[in-house]
């Protein structure tokens, strides 16, 4: 799901390169010249800046789908949550299934009625889609130098990295140059929606801390350097933790998917049913996976309150919550600083958190305020993503936002890539495994949403319902909702069947901008008790199907010609400003 700030790193002596090739069957010191080749590598051995690893290629992947699931071709209707939500919408419902070729049904651990097995924090019994690495025997080894380019994609974008961020099973593509030096190395992203590929058993790690028995603690001071490790761990019992203070100083991952799904090198995991009550004090992380708190496992439920948090590194969100279980938080100060590092973040398995007041800050890239794969509320919240998304909900889950204020400034796209969107709310299916099939929901009340870079609200390969009531909504552009396909390039659905079907309800709401819907996408929007909406929908011609709804105390003013599918209510509400309004390519006003 998310990423890091990554600069390059330099060493203090410049590193001689040596490159050799050894054939896997051979005797091991066989050398031959690599020139002017792109190589891709997963890496087997790491010994400072020199690795070694085994070549061969990626192909793309999708998840093992378990008994039930539907053949290609069957509507996505057919299943028990009608919509495939939960990753990257999948386009219209006649356009998807489970292969992800026609229609894109989220694979493996995804739906809830027995048909396929329910994501409740129990890992899927295959990988989650993406892509997978074959070798084809071979081995090399070469030796970074200073003048080496390091790159690291993620789930939305990449950054520069460093040969620290290489670590064994780390899959690098290679461009060495004529003279054999690795001129350029990118870490792959493996996963549609995430880094490389993690246990299919729970894996939570160690803890340098463990609370078994039920107790209450006041000022205590917990922390942890070690490998995988939690500073704290409250496990099968209740604890209430009073100005307590955890830090997670240092301390590698092994896997970053053991992080993000079950708590592995978090500052405090409560796992195993257990129920923490915290009040007051200071959790800091400084290590990848250093989720600051971690709510694990169906029965588990974390109470805090008052809480200062803070961490650096990528992959660690501020409040994490997987596997069903739940999150209370009131009144927190959060900040994030690396990539894929949600302040409110819910990975495999969801649960539900509910979060009053404070504040909720991320400075990282592919890391929003929330990141849903949850059932998550939050009401009278200050949330402020300065370099990715404000929201992203991923396939059957929810926000509901009522009087907070959101602040989205996403400021690039997955590679660069000119064909993905830039937006504020983004609402998705990713096919990565981590969220359930079915329609996703956002609605919001009150407060403000403000977009300082792309469309205000962008949906792809998904189903969803957005609900607006009297929310204060600032643009960033003139484009206030897209609804359309994408590329395909990061795993979400099959390009050309990707879109989305969107039902948006606006009451009491005063929206600008214009409206875009293509061919495989659909908008039913309805506006009612006073709605004012100035803008166009589609003006460069009729696309997706969108019928619009108009009651009698709501207006739609013009700002260019619009192409819809069907209108219902009193077309003297509409103020065409010089333009026109198309039904069915038909002018009616």
Known sequence: MIMLRKKFMTFGVTLALTVFLLVGCGDGNQKNTIEDITKMVQVTKVDGATITADVGELSSVKKDMPEGTPPSGMPSEELEGKNPAGGAPPEKKEDRDSSGSDKNVPPEDLKENGD????????????????????????????ISDS?????????????????????????????????????????????????????????GTSANTI?????????????????????????????????????????SSNTENGDFYGQNAGLLVLNGSTATIEGGTFQTSAVNGNAVFSYGEGTTVNISDATIRTTQNNSGGIQTTGGATMNAANLDVQTEGNSSAAIRSDRG??????TKGKYVTNGTGSPAIYCTADISVEEATLLAN???????????????????????????????SDENIHCIMIYQSM????????????????????????????????????????????????????????????????????GDV????????????????????????????????????????SGEVEVTLDNGSTWTLTGDSYITGFHGDTSNIDTNGYHLYVKDEQIK
């Open 116 to 143: 396929i097995k329910k994501q409740n924090g129990e890992p899927p019994s295959g990988k989650p889609g993406g892509s997978r690495f074959t070798t084809n025997g071979e081995s090399i080894t070469f030796t």
């Open 148 to 204: 080496t380019q390091i790159m690291q994609e993620f789930q939305q974008g990449s950054e520069e990295a460093s040969a620290e961020d290489i670590v064994e099973n780390s899959v690098l593509e290679i461009t060495f140059d004529g003279e054999n030096q690795p001129v350029k190395v990118v870490i792959k992203n493996l996963q549609a929606g995430r880094g490389f590929g993690g246990s299919d058993e729970v894996t939570n």
């Open 212 to 252: 078994t028995e039920e107790k209450t603690v006041n000022g205590e001071s917990y922390t942890s350097d070690g490998d995988d490790e939690n500073a704290l761990r409250v496990d099968g019992t209740g604890a209430v933790l009073k100005n307590i203070t955890v830090k997670k100083t240092k301390g590698n």
């Open 350 to 355: 969801g649960g539900t958190v509910k979060v």
């Open 387 to 417: 370099a990715s998304e404000g929201v992203v909900v991923e396939g059957k889950n929810s926000v509901s936002l009522k009087n907070c204020d959101i602040t989205g400034n996403m400021n690039n796209t997955y590679n660069g890539d």
């Open 432 to 499: 990565s495994g981590d969220a359930a099939v079915g329609e996703a929901d956002f609605d919001a009340e009150g407060g403000s949403i403000t977009s300082k870079a792309g469309d205000l609200f962008y949906i792809t390969n998904t189903d969803c319902t957005i609900s607006l009531k009297d929310v204060k909504l600032t643009l960033a552009n003139d484009i206030f909702l897209r609804v359309e396909g994408n590329s395909s390039s990061r795993g979400w659905g099959t390009e050309g069947s990707n879109g």
């Open 503 to 542: 039902t948006l309800t606006a009451d009491s709401q005063k929206i600008e901008g214009n409206i875009l819907v293509d061919d495989i996408s659909s908008l039913k929007l309805s506006m009612s008790n006073g709605t004012n909406y100035k803008g166009s929908i589609n003006p460069d011609g009729t």
